[in-house]
């Protein structure tokens, strides 16, 4: 076993106007070949017009420990929607 | 099937009562439908199992090059040559997309590679056959990869979200290569008499393989009952078989080809083909390491991995080069 190529995650936008999505990750040596290999592995269908790649360990990620302290919050705020507020049914363009 | 006789390590499945209040907690997630994802808590079985199953379907699409990489430079056109070379190159994707899914279970590509080197591992006995004629190229995208859609298409839905999402793409790409085996037997079958007895031929040594691919009936068998409970195996063995038999058989009959199969024949009552015995002691021994191409396969995927080491090595020195000479510039 020799030593390991660094794992990266890849990103890459669909059309423009669309934000680049993940799509998972490869092994390179630096980001050139990240971005070489993000092509070849993840583009060969016309998937993108940009490829974002990002070395894995530079990704903080919330642990699903904390999933109730982070998003439980939002629950009690149903406010926040705009179906909350019912409207008469003759006020029409709102 | 891609992966074949995967170990679970346990000897009964446990009911629910037996459990942990933690593999309660997981078991419940699964029976809701809920995707597990690689920082979720999960049984040590479960992990474990997943590793085996979705390394062996990764290996088995890179060794799965080899057999059809034997007629890259041998294709008939260059047409049929650029279709199997797009064709060979999928199978590598799908190889990278399931090591990664495998990587996110806490194990490395090198330990999953290392394991397949040293025989630990295995891969799809499929690929110890050898690709005789360009009929085979044929054979194998409809019949091989025929096969190996109706296994992962269940698979889009299983419990492991990064697995799932995985043979998402795997089955999108894999259309292209039952269709673009399908189409060479066409072409063969309105070919000369000689091109239509090649793709005949091609038949008569895929057709059992592929239904071999499915594995042993598993009815009884306590490593898939695991499996089925931890959402992880859709469907039985023989369902998926019936499956790819039943499905197949009139592709056949458009081809003007006839099934290697003197007891193959349409059961009304059942609504499926009956089919005969398959010669399950062929499938162990290819299993076990005797089959036709089985010391050649992994001889040239240890060879090219001892080749490119050297590449490897530079990769990392260059790398490790270029950012001493940033820390040094700032």
Known sequence: ?94 | MYAQLVETGVLKVSPDAELSPEEQIFQAKIDAGVKIEAKDWMPEGYRKTLVRQISQHAHSEIVGQLPEGNWITRAPSLKRKAILLAKVQDEAGHGLYLYSAGETLGTSREKMVDDLHTGKAKYSSIFNYPTLTWADMGAIGWLVDGSAIINQIPLCRCSYGPYARAMVRVCKEESFHQRQGYDIMIQLCNGTRDQKAMAQDALNRWWWPSLMMFGPSDAESVNSAQSARWGIKLFSNDELRQKMVDQTVPQVEYLGLTVPDAELKWNEERGHYDFGEIRWEEFYNVIKGNGPCNRERLATRVKAHEDGAWFRDSLLAYADKKSFSATQAA
């Open chain 1, 1 to 94: 076993m020799g030593k390991a190529l660094p794992l990266w995650e890849v990103f890459i936008r669909s059309q423009h106007g669309l934000a680049h999505k993940h799509v998972g990750s490869l092994h390179a040596s630096d980001a050139e070949m990240a971005i070489n290999n993000a092509r070849d592995v993840y583009t060969r269908r016309n998937e993108g017009v940009s490829i974002w790649v990002v070395p894995s360990a530079s990704i903080s990620a919330s642990s699903s420990q904390d999933k109730e302290s982070l998003f439980e919050p939002a629950n009690s705020k149903v406010y926040r929607h705009p179906t909350f507020f019912p409207m008469p049914s003759e006020v029409k363009h709102i």
